[in-house]
DNA sequence: TCAAAGTCAATCATATTCATTCACAAATAT
DNA sequence: ATATTTGTGAATGAATATGATTGACTTTGA
C-alpha cells in the first residue's frame, strides 16, 4: 500500500470516529506501529490531525470566543509564569502595546517600568494600568461585548497614529501551517495593525494553545516571538519560542 | 480508550447532568478511582469543570448584577426620574454622546433605542452599553484614574470626527453666573469638543447642583438644556428648564 | 463532640506508549 | 551493475499513563 493512501484512511478514519488508537490503526492498515507512529507524525505536522498520547484525535476549530468570565480561569499558573517574563522586557521609555486577552492581562500585574507609555484595546487592561499607577492610552473605537475589547475600523485607526518599541498579543491558537489565530474577524484586524506599528513583537500563549486552530489567521511565525510556558519540541525550528521557567 | 476521548466523555456527561460522582464515572468510563480523579483534576485546572468533594460540576457563569441591582435600589428616586426622562428622548438613528459621569450613567438603564449608535469617553457606560446589547464606541485616549473616563487631547481629537444628533452631560455646578461647571479642565475640554460636535444637548443634574460652582466652566446656559427633577423658579428664566416630574 | 464512613492526594509498581536506532528491502539514481 | 535514497519493521530504553495501596483528611449522623 502507498504511503499516501495510508495516511488518507487514517485522516477519513480520525475525522470519521473523532479519535483513534495506535493499535487499531495498525489493524485497521495491517501495517506496523512504527509505520502507524510516522503516518500520524507526518499528518500532525501538517495539521491534518491531532496526535495524542495513544492515538490521535481529529483537528476541532473551536469557534465562538468564551465569554471572558469564563475564560479567565484557565490555566492560571501558567500565565503567571509568561506574563512575568513578558513583563520583563518592557525598558524604560518604551511605547507598549497590550493587547485584549486574559493572557496579557496578566502582563499588567508584573509590570514595574513607570518611565514607559502603555497603549491598549482592552477595556480592563486599561483600568488595570490607571490603578496601577502607569500612563495608559485606550483605543478608541467600537466596543465588544463578549471580550470587553474595542475593536473596528475606528480601533485600528486609532491604532496607526501611533509606532510601538514593543507589544505583546495573545492567541486562541499556534499552528504549523495556520499561524497564529484568534476567533473573530475584526480582533484579528486590530491585531495585524498593531503588529505593524510595532518593533519587538511577542505572543504570548500557554502552550495549550499549540496546535489549536481558531477561523481567523492574523500573524505568521516569523512575525513574532512566542513566549510559553515550557519548549515545545515541533515548533521550535519553524517559531521563535520563548521559555518563561 | 484515549485519555482524550474519556476527558471528552466526562465533560459531556457534568455538563448535561450538571454534577457526577466519582463512583459515576468510574462505571461509566470503567476506569480506576486513581485514573478519574487524576482526569477530574487535570480538566479541573483547564477550567473545563469545577471539582467538588465526592465528584464534580459544571462550570456555570454566574451573572454579576448584583452589584448593579443593589445600587438600582439605592438610586435616588430624583435621578431616576431625570435618568428616564433622558434615555425617552432617544430616537431611532439617533448618534447619542454619552458623556462620563454618575448621573449619565444612569440613563442607561432606561435606554430603549436598539437602532441607535451610542458614544460615550466613560469605560463604565461602554461596559453598561454593550451588556445591554447596544452599539457602542468608547472615546480613545488616556485614561483618567480616579473616575476611569477617557481624556486629553487624543480623545478631544478622536470626539471631533463625530457629529451627534444628541448628547447627555452631567455637571457639577449649575450657576446664574457661571454657567455648567466641573472640577477637572481636562474633563471640561472633552465635555466642550462633544458638545460642539452635538446638535441636541442636555445637560442631567439633580437640584442640589442648582447655584453650586466647580472650578472651570464648560458651557453657558445658552448651550444646553437642563433635565432635572424640578422646575427651579429663579433659573427658569435664563435656563431652558426640563422637568422630569 | 465523637466515631464511622467516605473521600482524597501521594506514592509505588506495572503496563503501555513513545522516540530513537538499527537493519533490511525496494525503488531510484549514477 | 553499483551506490544512494526511501520506506518499512523490529528492538531498545525512556517517558508516560494507569491502578492499587496507604494514611490523612472531610463529611455524616448519632
Redesign the pocket.
Known sequence: ???EE?CDKIVSLVNERKSV???ELMDYL??????V???L?SLDSRGEIV?????AVAVTVKPHDDDVRQRRILFPEEKKLISKHAASLVQKDDFVYIDAGTTTEYIIDYLTERDAVYVTNAVSHAKKLTQNGFTVYLAGGRLKQSTEAVIGSTAANFITRYNFTIGFWGTNGIHRTMGFTTPDPEEADIKRVSMSRCKRRFIVADSSKFGAVSPVTFADFKDASVITDKKDGIYSECANIISAN
Open positions: 500500500m502507498l504511503a495510508r488508537t495506535v493499535q495491517g501495517a506496523s506501529e512504527s509505520t507512529r510516522r503516518d507524525s496526535k495524542v498520547y495513544g492515538g
